[in-house]
């Protein structure tokens, strides 16, 4: 079994062209940024030494940075709910988490306790 633990990040009302409503949520995951990456030539190993004890310090100090946080916003799930289904799901806003379990063909969807 997979479980993702996604963050409601939008909730918007939504009509379709019959006039029914529709409430979507949108999910995302967060993961962690990946570390900056150093092209170097293989042939110079003083550079290549020099690089790998850099490197640590480098990426700490880019996950420290105040615009970054170190991760990364990733689109999960989108649903289309109607009033009463999302009466039924249970009463989620921006900002909830929920976990996405996804397995044998099925996927589950329930805010966090």
């Known amino acids: 079994m997979a ?3 996604g963050i409601v990040i939008s909730k918007q009302l939504v009509y379709d062209p019959s ?12 993961k962690e940024l990946p570390g900056p990456v150093a092209a170097f030539s293989a042939q110079d190993e003083q550079t290549a030494q020099l ?3 850099v490197m640590p310090l480098v990426t700490q100090i880019v996950r ?8 990364i916003a990733v689109p999960r799930l989108t ?13 989620v806003d921006v900002g909830d988490v929920v976990l996405i ?3 044998n063909g099925e996927i589950k969807v329930k805010p966090e306790a």
């Open 19 to 30: 006039g029914a409503r529709y409430i979507k949520v949108d999910i995302i995951e967060e």
């Open 64 to 71: 420290s940075l105040p615009f970054g946080g170190g991760k």
């Open 79 to 91: 649903l289309w709910l109607t009033d009463e289904e999302l009466e039924m799901f249970g009463d």
């Open 3 to 5: 479980t993702i633990r």
């Open 51 to 53: 690089m790998r004890e």
């Open 101 to 103: 379990s996804v397995e």
